[in-house]
């Protein structure tokens, strides 16, 4: 390592993807979203567009159910 490295500090990041099924694939990843851990402003999320045709309709619900959708 370098010491430009090692004067680094060490971050944590939380990522969440939600998914419109089980199994990647023949579904989709519908959102993706991660925050640095003590850093609200160093957030990010997305809304993906789904494959049209595969998806789950109980992983849908539960979305929906969180508001998410």
Wanted: proline residues 12%; aromatic residues 8%; glycine residues 8%.
């Amino acid at each position: 390592m370098t010491a430009a490295i090692k004067e680094l500090p060490e971050i944590f990041i939380a990522v969440d993807v939600e998914a419109d099924g089980p199994i990647p694939g023949p579904y989709s990843m519908i959102s993706l979203g991660m925050a640095v851990a003590g850093h609200p402003e160093l957030a990010f999320y997305t809304e993906l567009n789904p494959i049209p045709t595969e998806f789950d309709p109980a992983a849908l619900a539960v979305l929906a159910s969180t508001g998410r959708t």
